[in-house]
């Protein structure tokens, strides 16, 4: 499987961007696989920041709940995530990951800088 991101780019702080995230091939079983968000800043560790289980309900990192969506298409492959009201503590590169039993897989990134 192969995760393709997009979206990213650079905004001013209270602005919003919608990343998507699509890949292939999921086959049949796209809907079975839990789907994330993760970013990375700068000299920090990979976090989550949002993920939607298989039939569950979204999760949200404590610093994006309020402002941050997660949602997903199944017939079309793809998980999104609306972002409102970003902040400068927003920025980083962004990955989508998908998961299903033991696979787990990513995305190439796409990079979110939020000026003050």
């Known amino acids: 499987v192969q995760l393709q991101a997009s979206g990213g780019g650079l905004v001013q702080a209270g602005g919003s961007l919608r990343l998507s995230c699509t890949g292939s091939?999921?086959?049949?079983?796209?809907?079975?696989?839990?789907m994330g968000w993760y970013r990375q800043a700068p000299g920090k560790e990979r976090e989550l920041v949002a993920e939607?289980?298989?039939?569950?309900?979204?999760n949200y990192a404590d610093s994006v709940k309020g402002r941050f969506t997660i949602s997903r298409d199944n017939p079309a492959k793809t998980v999104t995530l609306q972002m409102n009201n970003l902040k400068p503590d927003d920025t980083g590169t962004y990955y989508c990951?998908?998961?299903?039993?033991?696979?787990?897989?990513w995305g190439q990134g796409t990079l979110v800088t939020v000026s003050s």
């Open positions: 990951n998908a998961q299903h039993l033991s696979a787990s897989h």
């Open positions: 939607l289980p298989s039939g569950g309900s979204a």
């Open positions: 091939p999921f086959g049949y079983i796209f809907h079975l696989y839990n």
